[in-house]
């Protein structure tokens, strides 16, 4: 096998080299009849390549043939690297490649349903397009989904799950080093996990089953099966009925269930440090997808303290009350009024990332542990990135029969989770935990609007294609 140079390890050092590259036609054009322009890319790198005819090397049918391949047509190319003496507007790589031959091993049709050029610029960049009388399409997020492989090559897209499978690797690595083993829990289940309308209901063999809301119950079970730290990372399914920017029928959720020595604290210990040590990874190892992200969605680089911030409900109820807005203080914060304390939070702690804990009872799941010194409220949390919510978490039940009251005042038919609760009979240690929906962190971090950006293939009410 030959020595292939990777289109983003074009530079300098490989002047007046031979190198062989591969990667997809970006532009074509000839310049008359004997030198025709390439831009080549390969995973958001790009690269001028040249043809100039000469004899015994490049003929004027080989700059025809280069200028006339299809946009995103996949070409291979054996060329010599050149430095010229002025920046290469166009392409990221600041070299050009001297075609010596060229194979088409992928024509692309002519017509392609979006242009990555277009698809790739900015909001401010096509205004001044506009503006300067340019011909240009707007490509919708509903046709960028549609045909979500041509929308995947635009550099912020090639970034974007980059970071996202970053972030997923330091949560692994994270949780190992601490002594939490990967699990996996099933998908088909014989009831709900979370209760409420949000299911995909199925029939399982003739009996009603439905889609996993959550690993929850399975993860819970596992603790009491002696597995004492846990997580997983795995697709999660919520029969959502609005259309929001923020929520998905089918998510990636990053899961944790651990036992607890002594306060449900210890959840949220977990939390901070783990998210510390993602932002603090995205920041230092995954700069330039950052800076391809920002290119196409200009954002702020998220403010984060060493120590996560950590407030109670009705302290925050407290906040958004001097604020002069009135929230019931055993009811829930709703999407507005979680955003307007993420902004006073900013302005207070300067951060905006925090927790928001020991949430009122009657809002949280049937699982979700009391407090023992007020059962109005429950030893749970909430974690907000930019006023918007990504975790939620606490500690659980683990006393049977007050799993069962809780679940039947929450309307959970308890026949469907009795596996779950016998677990309980069996000696159960107090334990807790959390869930984290992947594309948010990811949207959030970069503060992009609308959660369909951060997942590959988006599973929405209105969209199971492609
Ligand atoms: O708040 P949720 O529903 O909590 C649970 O599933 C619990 N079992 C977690 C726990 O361990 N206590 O979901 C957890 C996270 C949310 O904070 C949010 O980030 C994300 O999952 N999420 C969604 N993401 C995209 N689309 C949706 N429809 C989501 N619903 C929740």
């Known amino acids: 096998v030959r020595k292939w140079t990777a289109i983003g390890d074009l530079d300098e ?17 000839a310049v008359g009849k004997n030198i025709a322009f390439l831009v080549l890319r390969k995973r958001g790198f790009t690269v001028q390549c040249v043809l100039t005819v000469a004899p015994e090397l490049v003929s004027q049918d080989m ?22 003496g002025e920046p290469i507007k166009g392409a990221s790589q600041q070299v050009e490649v001297h075609v010596r031959k060229i194979y088409c091993i992928s024509k692309a049709i002519p017509n392609l349903p979006i242009n990555i050029e277009d698809a790739a610029r900015s909001e401010a960049e096509i205004e001044r397009a506009l503006q300067a009388g340019e011909q240009l399409v707007r ?4 046709t960028r989904l549609t045909h979500r492989v041509l929308d995947m090559r635009t550099p912020a897209n090639q970034a974007i799950f980059r970071v996202q499978c970053q972030i997923e690797n330091v949560f692994r690595q994270f949780l190992f080093a601490e ?13 709900s996990s979370e209760g409420g309308a949000a299911v995909f209901r199925l029939d399982y063999k003739g009996t009603p089953a439905c889609l996993a809301q959550s690993p929850q119950l399975h993860k819970q079970m596992a603790i009491n099966g002696d597995f004492d730290r846990v997580f997983e990372i795995g697709p999660v399914f919520r029969a959502e009925d609005s259309f929001t920017h923020r929520h998905l029928c089918e998510f990636i959720g990053l899961d944790t269930e651990m036992e607890i020595n002594e306060h449900y604290s210890e959840v949220m210990d977990v939390v901070d440090r783990l998210f510390v ?31 996560t911030l950590r407030l109670t409900f009705q302290e925050g109820v407290q906040m958004l009350k001097e604020a002069g807005i009135e929230v019931d203080p055993l009811g829930d914060l709703n999407t507005e009024t979680e955003r307007k304390l993420g902004q006073l939070v900013l302005k207070k702690y300067n951060t ?6 020991r949430y009122p009872l009657a809002v949280r799941p049937f699982y979700t542990m009391p407090c023992s010194d007020d059962p109005a409220y429950s030893n749970s949390f909430d974690v907000f990135i930019r006023g918007e919510e990504i975790i939620s978490g606490a500690q659980r039940v683990h006393f049977p029969e007050l799993l069962i009251a809780r679940a039947k005042e929450c309307g959970i038919n308890v026949e469907t989770i009795l596996p ?3 677990s309980f009979r069996y000696g159960a240690p107090p334990h807790g935990g959390f869930g984290v929906g992947l594309e948010r962190v990811v949207m959030l971090f970069c503060n992009l609007n609308n959660i369909r950006k951060t997942s590959l293939y988006p599973r929405d009410p209105q969209r199971i294609r492609p």
Not at 139 to 142: E, F, I, K, L
């Open 13 to 29: 050092g490989l002047k007046d080299k031979e190198v062989l590259i591969r990667g997809r036609v970006q532009t074509s054009r």
């Open 63 to 84: 700059v025809k043939f280069a200028a006339g391949l299809t946009r995103e047509s996949h070409v291979d190319i054996e060329g010599v690297v050149s430095v010229p």
């Open 139 to 142: 490509v919708s997020q509903d």
């Open 179 to 191: 002594g939490f083993v990967g699990i996996h829990t099933p998908k088909l289940m014989a009831g």
């Open 277 to 307: 040590a993602i932002f603090d990874s995205l920041n230092e190892n995954c700069q330039r997808e950052l800076e391809a992200i920002r290119k196409q969605y200009p954002f702020e680089p998220l403010k984060y303290l060493r120590r």
């Open 352 to 357: 905006e990332f925090y927790i928001l804990h």
């Open 420 to 422: 779950y609760i016998d």
